[in-house]
């Protein structure tokens, strides 16, 4: 049971961190500092959007539009933490016997 929650957090993690990059990379995109023309950069961007839009797509569709602002990356890493933080707290004790 610890060996499941060791894999779980670390999927967890890394999801995390692939939303912020993503994140990140929108912004950078956005305000031009690097560009989708450089083709490492178009590689990374659309392999990070083709992970994370199946994600952000249910929940785009029940949050108002905010002009600009998109708070699903946001909803989404909240959903993590609060997925991570229940299952931890409920198999904890379970896995290391406390």
């Known amino acids: ?3 499941f929650l060791t894999l779980f957090n670390i999927v967890i993690d ?4 692939i939303i912020i ?5 929108s ?11 450089n083709p490492i950069v178009s590689q990374i961007w659309f392999s ?3 992970v994370t839009a199946p994600v952000y797509r249910p929940i785009r569709r ?3 539009d905010m002009g600009g602002l998109d ?7 909240l959903g993590l933490i609060a997925l991570q933080v229940v299952v931890n707290n ?6 290391y016997g406390q």
């Open 1 to 3: 049971m610890a060996s």
């Open 14 to 17: 890394l999801a995390w961190w």
């Open 21 to 25: 990059v993503q994140f990140i990379m």
């Open 27 to 37: 912004w950078l995109i956005g305000f031009d500092v690097i560009n989708t023309r």
């Open 48 to 50: 990070l959007n083709a």
């Open 62 to 64: 029940v949050l108002p």
């Open 71 to 77: 708070f699903s990356p946001m909803v989404v890493l």
């Open 90 to 95: 409920n198999l904890g004790p379970i896995a």
